[in-house]
Protein backbone atom coordinates (compact mmCIF):
# COMPACT_ATOMS: atom_id res chain seq x y z
CA UNK A 1 0.00 0.00 0.00
CA UNK A 2 1.65 3.30 -1.24
CA UNK A 3 0.41 5.06 1.97
CA UNK A 4 2.65 2.92 4.45
CA UNK A 5 6.06 2.91 3.08
CA UNK A 6 9.35 1.68 4.79
CA UNK A 7 13.08 2.48 4.31
CA UNK A 8 15.38 0.95 3.65
CA UNK A 9 13.83 -1.52 1.31
CA UNK A 10 16.99 -4.00 1.38
CA UNK A 11 19.92 -4.13 4.14
CA UNK A 12 22.28 -6.01 4.74
CA UNK A 13 24.53 -5.49 8.01
CA UNK A 14 26.65 -7.25 10.60
CA UNK A 15 26.78 -9.05 13.71
CA UNK A 16 26.54 -6.61 16.48
CA UNK A 17 25.81 -3.44 14.28
CA UNK A 18 22.59 -1.45 15.36
CA UNK A 19 20.29 -1.43 12.60
CA UNK A 20 16.87 1.42 12.33
CA UNK A 21 14.24 0.24 9.86
CA UNK A 22 11.89 3.42 9.62
CA UNK A 23 8.17 3.64 8.80
CA UNK A 24 5.65 6.52 8.13
CA UNK A 25 2.16 6.58 6.98
CA UNK A 26 -0.05 9.18 5.15
CA UNK A 27 -3.06 7.53 5.86
CA UNK A 28 -3.83 9.29 9.01
CA UNK A 29 -4.22 6.55 11.41
CA UNK A 30 -3.68 6.04 14.80
CA UNK A 31 -2.14 2.68 14.76
CA UNK A 32 0.87 1.48 14.01
CA UNK A 33 2.68 -2.01 14.14
CA UNK A 34 6.23 -3.47 13.52
CA UNK A 35 5.88 -7.37 12.24
CA UNK A 36 8.42 -9.98 11.16
CA UNK A 37 8.01 -12.76 8.88
CA UNK A 38 10.11 -15.77 8.39
CA UNK A 39 10.72 -17.83 5.26
CA UNK A 40 7.30 -19.76 4.94
CA UNK A 41 6.05 -18.79 8.00
CA UNK A 42 3.22 -15.96 9.22
CA UNK A 43 3.79 -12.85 10.55
CA UNK A 44 4.66 -12.23 14.08
CA UNK A 45 4.35 -8.92 15.89
CA UNK A 46 7.84 -7.19 17.79
CA UNK A 47 5.51 -3.90 18.76
CA UNK A 48 2.53 -1.85 18.39
CA UNK A 49 1.67 1.75 19.29
CA UNK A 50 -2.06 2.69 19.57
CA UNK A 51 -1.00 6.44 19.54
CA UNK A 52 2.01 8.45 19.66
CA UNK A 53 2.10 7.91 23.71
CA UNK A 54 1.46 4.55 23.75
CA UNK A 55 4.49 1.51 23.01
CA UNK A 56 3.37 -2.35 23.73
CA UNK A 57 5.84 -5.64 23.23
CA UNK A 58 4.24 -8.15 20.79
CA UNK A 59 5.13 -11.62 20.85
CA UNK A 60 8.60 -11.46 19.82
CA UNK A 61 10.07 -7.81 21.44
CA UNK A 62 13.36 -9.17 22.89
CA UNK A 63 16.02 -7.66 20.93
CA UNK A 64 14.17 -4.97 19.44
CA UNK A 65 12.81 -1.14 20.28
CA UNK A 66 10.50 1.20 18.64
CA UNK A 67 10.23 4.72 18.76
CA UNK A 68 6.69 6.74 17.91
CA UNK A 69 8.20 9.86 16.73
CA UNK A 70 5.02 11.43 15.62
CA UNK A 71 1.63 9.93 14.28
CA UNK A 72 2.92 9.33 11.01
CA UNK A 73 6.00 7.47 11.65
CA UNK A 74 7.27 4.68 13.61
CA UNK A 75 10.62 3.09 13.95
CA UNK A 76 12.16 -0.20 14.70
CA UNK A 77 15.76 -0.47 16.10
CA UNK A 78 17.77 -3.74 16.59
CA UNK A 79 20.47 -2.95 19.38
CA UNK A 80 22.88 -5.25 18.86
CA UNK A 81 21.90 -7.31 15.66
CA UNK A 82 22.20 -10.70 15.44
CA UNK A 83 21.56 -13.48 12.66
CA UNK A 84 18.63 -14.81 14.18
CA UNK A 85 16.91 -11.58 13.02
CA UNK A 86 17.66 -11.86 9.25
CA UNK A 87 13.84 -11.48 8.15
CA UNK A 88 11.33 -9.76 6.06
CA UNK A 89 10.36 -6.68 8.18
CA UNK A 90 6.61 -5.45 7.57
CA UNK A 91 5.49 -1.77 8.78
CA UNK A 92 1.23 -2.02 9.42
CA UNK A 93 -1.11 1.34 10.11
CA UNK A 94 -4.78 0.64 11.65
CA UNK A 95 -7.51 2.49 12.85
CA UNK A 96 -10.68 1.63 14.61
CA UNK A 97 -13.14 3.27 11.32
CA UNK A 98 -16.28 2.32 11.71
CA UNK A 99 -16.26 -0.01 14.73
CA UNK A 100 -15.64 -2.92 12.97
CA UNK A 101 -12.27 -5.22 13.79
CA UNK A 102 -9.13 -3.33 12.52
CA UNK A 103 -7.89 -3.45 9.56
CA UNK A 104 -4.41 -3.42 8.95
CA UNK A 105 -2.77 -2.05 6.16
CA UNK A 106 1.06 -3.38 5.34
CA UNK A 107 4.31 -1.56 3.84
CA UNK A 108 6.08 -2.84 1.47
CA UNK A 109 8.57 -4.64 3.52
CA UNK A 110 12.03 -4.57 4.64
CA UNK A 111 14.14 -7.51 3.81
CA UNK A 112 17.24 -7.22 6.58
CA UNK A 113 19.99 -10.09 6.33
CA UNK A 114 22.38 -9.97 9.01
CA UNK A 115 25.89 -11.81 8.60
CA UNK B 1 -7.84 -15.87 22.07
CA UNK B 2 -9.16 -17.97 19.03
CA UNK B 3 -6.82 -20.27 17.06
CA UNK B 4 -7.46 -20.68 13.27
CA UNK B 5 -6.99 -23.72 11.32
CA UNK B 6 -6.81 -23.70 7.90
CA UNK B 7 -5.02 -25.96 5.21
CA UNK B 8 -1.41 -25.51 4.57
CA UNK B 9 -1.75 -25.56 0.79
CA UNK B 10 -4.60 -25.65 -2.45
CA UNK B 11 -4.25 -25.94 -6.34
CA UNK B 12 -7.13 -24.99 -8.27
CA UNK B 13 -6.92 -23.95 -12.00
CA UNK B 14 -7.80 -20.58 -13.81
CA UNK B 15 -11.48 -20.25 -14.09
CA UNK B 16 -12.91 -22.41 -10.84
CA UNK B 17 -13.85 -21.03 -8.04
CA UNK B 18 -11.94 -21.63 -4.75
CA UNK B 19 -13.28 -22.40 -1.80
CA UNK B 20 -10.85 -21.94 1.60
CA UNK B 21 -12.40 -22.99 4.73
CA UNK B 22 -11.02 -21.82 8.18
CA UNK B 23 -11.58 -23.51 11.57
CA UNK B 24 -11.92 -21.19 14.51
CA UNK B 25 -13.79 -23.54 17.47
CA UNK B 26 -13.06 -21.23 20.21
CA UNK B 27 -14.50 -17.98 18.32
CA UNK B 28 -15.63 -15.38 20.95
CA UNK B 29 -18.80 -13.64 20.81
CA UNK B 30 -16.87 -10.21 19.69
CA UNK B 31 -14.92 -11.74 17.58
CA UNK B 32 -14.95 -10.64 13.61
CA UNK B 33 -13.54 -13.08 10.68
CA UNK B 34 -10.71 -11.43 8.57
CA UNK B 35 -9.17 -12.74 5.79
CA UNK B 36 -6.09 -11.46 3.75
CA UNK B 37 -4.06 -12.45 1.03
CA UNK B 38 0.01 -12.27 0.53
CA UNK B 39 2.17 -12.49 -2.44
CA UNK B 40 6.02 -13.15 -1.98
CA UNK B 41 7.83 -10.33 -0.86
CA UNK B 42 4.87 -8.24 -0.14
CA UNK B 43 2.81 -7.33 2.89
CA UNK B 44 -0.58 -8.84 3.37
CA UNK B 45 -3.34 -7.06 1.68
CA UNK B 46 -7.05 -6.99 3.52
CA UNK B 47 -9.63 -9.02 1.18
CA UNK B 48 -12.71 -9.78 3.31
CA UNK B 49 -13.96 -9.03 7.07
CA UNK B 50 -17.42 -10.32 8.14
CA UNK B 51 -19.24 -11.54 11.51
CA UNK B 52 -21.93 -13.41 10.74
CA UNK B 53 -23.89 -15.03 7.54
CA UNK B 54 -22.84 -14.06 4.16
CA UNK B 55 -20.44 -10.68 2.81
CA UNK B 56 -19.32 -10.20 -0.70
CA UNK B 57 -17.48 -7.82 -2.01
CA UNK B 58 -15.94 -7.04 -5.61
CA UNK B 59 -12.67 -9.80 -4.66
CA UNK B 60 -14.32 -12.51 -2.61
CA UNK B 61 -17.14 -13.55 -0.35
CA UNK B 62 -17.22 -14.93 3.07
CA UNK B 63 -19.86 -17.34 3.99
CA UNK B 64 -20.39 -17.75 8.15
CA UNK B 65 -22.24 -20.49 9.53
CA UNK B 66 -24.74 -19.86 12.38
CA UNK B 67 -22.24 -21.39 15.06
CA UNK B 68 -19.32 -19.11 13.41
CA UNK B 69 -16.96 -22.15 14.51
CA UNK B 70 -15.78 -21.94 10.90
CA UNK B 71 -15.46 -19.79 7.79
CA UNK B 72 -15.34 -19.76 4.13
CA UNK B 73 -13.40 -17.39 2.00
CA UNK B 74 -14.64 -18.07 -1.92
CA UNK B 75 -12.77 -16.72 -5.21
CA UNK B 76 -15.43 -16.82 -7.88
CA UNK B 77 -13.09 -17.58 -11.40
CA UNK B 78 -9.40 -17.27 -10.02
CA UNK B 79 -6.37 -16.21 -12.33
CA UNK B 80 -3.20 -16.81 -12.12
CA UNK B 81 -2.81 -13.73 -10.20
CA UNK B 82 -5.10 -15.02 -7.23
CA UNK B 83 -1.76 -17.67 -6.88
CA UNK B 84 -0.53 -16.04 -2.80
CA UNK B 85 -0.88 -17.51 0.91
CA UNK B 86 -4.37 -16.31 2.63
CA UNK B 87 -4.70 -15.55 5.69
CA UNK B 88 -7.54 -16.00 8.18
CA UNK B 89 -7.37 -14.40 11.54
CA UNK B 90 -10.01 -13.58 14.23
CA UNK B 91 -10.10 -11.13 16.81
CA UNK B 92 -12.51 -8.11 18.08
CA UNK B 93 -12.11 -4.31 18.05
CA UNK B 94 -10.76 -2.27 19.73
CA UNK B 95 -8.14 -4.27 21.95
CA UNK B 96 -7.81 -7.48 20.23
CA UNK B 97 -5.58 -5.81 17.15
CA UNK B 98 -2.31 -6.50 19.02
CA UNK B 99 -3.53 -9.93 19.95
CA UNK B 100 -4.05 -11.29 16.25
CA UNK B 101 -1.90 -13.64 14.92
CA UNK B 102 -1.20 -14.33 11.58
CA UNK B 103 -0.55 -18.31 11.10
CA UNK B 104 0.84 -19.73 8.35
CA UNK B 105 -2.07 -19.26 6.29
CA UNK B 106 -3.03 -21.16 2.83
CA UNK B 107 -0.69 -21.33 0.00
CA UNK B 108 -3.09 -21.23 -3.01
CA UNK B 109 -1.80 -22.24 -6.52
CA UNK B 110 -3.43 -21.54 -9.39
CA UNK B 111 -2.71 -23.44 -12.78
CA UNK B 112 -3.41 -22.40 -16.49
Known amino acids: DADVTQTPRNRITKTGKRIMLECSQT?????MYWYRQDPGLGLRLIYY???????NKGEISDGYSVSRQAQAKFSLSLESAIPNQTALYFC??????????????FGPGTRLTVL | LAKTTQPISMDSYEGQEVNITCSHNNIATNDYITWYQQFPSQGPRFIIQGYKTKVTNEVASLFIPADRKSSTLSLPRVSLSDTAVYYC?????????????FGSGTRLSIRP
Open chain 1, 92 to 105: ATSDLGTGLSDTQY
Open chain 1, 49 to 55: SFDVKDI
Open chain 2, 89 to 101: LVGDAPSSASKII
Open chain 1, 27 to 31: KGHDR
